[in-house]
Nanobody, 120 residues
């Protein structure tokens, strides 16, 4: 059974960098069948795709967030991470990591989500 678990601070101050990690169990992040994504949901709004790291380490970002977003991975720990710089209160959201089935372009496993609030 594949499991994804987000971790990181729940409170970040404005202008700082938000850092989250997704630890994956039950499946390898280097498997060529999958890619690994970060998605967020601000309060009262829909899901927003932030970016993805592919099985080979390639990364792709939402154009609206690209200048502030970085996704990396640690294959020895089977985890991948999100960094979002220069945060504002508008970055307050529930942040999810998810596994993307590449050939089908669908998400089959999600983390439970972690609330991040940007506030001084």
């Amino acid at each position: 059974q594949v499991q994804l678990q987000e971790s990181g601070p729940g409170l970040v101050k404005p202008s700082q960098t938000l850092s989250l990690t997704c630890t994956v169990s039950g499946g390898s992040i280097t498997s060529r069948y999958y890619a690994w994504c970060w998605i967020r949901q601000p309060p009262g709004k829909g899901l927003e795709w932030m970016g993805v790291i592919d099985y080979d380490g390639s990364t792709y970002y939402s154009p609206s967030l690209k200048s502030r977003t970085s996704i990396s991975r640690d294959t020895s720990k089977n985890e991948f991470s999100l960094q979002l710089s220069s945060v504002t209160p508008e970055d307050t959201a529930v942040y999810y990591c998810a596994r993307l089935v590449r050939v089908e372009a669908l998400y089959d496993y999600w983390g439970q989500g972690t609330q991040v609030t940007v506030s001084s």
